[in-house]
């Protein structure tokens, strides 16, 4: 099979191939028709992330190159294990690609996505810039039926990524506002969850003007440039002191110190993105203003399902969904790299 491959650490992605995997016990073999290019792309293709002040987490020690990114998988059933009872040939399936060691207590609770010992496709294990790739268990490939092709891939992170994160606010009131930080193709997800799960005011922020006319258009109360110095003024002028809860989908130094200005006292930060930086604040202040800082990764199999349903229900509007050949991977992380993608991109081999 052909994949689009990592051969050095930020050097463009190269064709490799390799022997088609047969799977064997509960494998199933998923013959790959789109798959989604996340922001995290990016990083591991850099081979690190960026911890603030010069430093980095390095992530080249866990992969094994040439190693194949991609985890926003969709596909079809090309062939299963012996032991598989329910999936067959021809199924179209999405996969969840949050696997986890399945043994430890964190996997029992139901949370594989926080396992210390992850296999996690296209991060741990091989993923979906390729022809195929080899789902350990039937049970992580799930019925999209009802849900644009394409599209459908692009839930199993930004999709889910987005619902976990919201549902970790709790219950915000009418007259409450949420703020949705960076408006890239997690947090347009973000936004259109949102307003399918709260009945309050949605709002959003971002640098580019473009982002938060289409935030407006897909039903933003409420827009801010965060580039203007009084943007976190103007938000709490507009809420009457804040926002019930921001959500940072950038995860950058001036992203997330915008959404924690933004809230009002007993407010809710999460963050979700993973650009990069570091943050201090005086250790008083967090019982004083009484804010609750948390991060949010991606989301368990139970939230995927959960997400998957709403979507198939008509809740959720679908984000703008660009598709391109396999061959312009590389191009495409070049373009989430310098802000240049509105909505998701979606390979396609």
Known sequence: MKSQSIVAFGEPLESTISDTPV???????LKVTHC????SDVHLHDGHFDMGGGNKLEVGANMKLPFTLGHEI?????AVGPDVTTAKEGDARVAFPWIGCGQCATCQRGEEQLCNRPAHLGVGVPGGFADYVLIPHEKYLLDYTGVPQGLAATYMCSGLTAFSALKKIGTPAPDDAILIVGLGGVGMMGLQFAKALFNCRIMATDINEEKLAEAEKAGAVATFNAKDADAAKQIK???DGGVYAAIDFVGSEPSFGLARASLRKGGRAVVVGLFGGAFTMPIPLLPMQAHTLQGSFVGSLDETKEMLAMVQAGAVDPIPITERPISAATDTLDDLRNGNIMGRVVLTP
């Open 23 to 29: 799977p064997t016990g509960n494998q199933v073999l």
């Open 36 to 39: 989604g290019v996340c922001h």
């Open 237 to 239: 002028g507009a809420t």
């Open 74 to 78: 969709e596909g079809t059933v090309a």
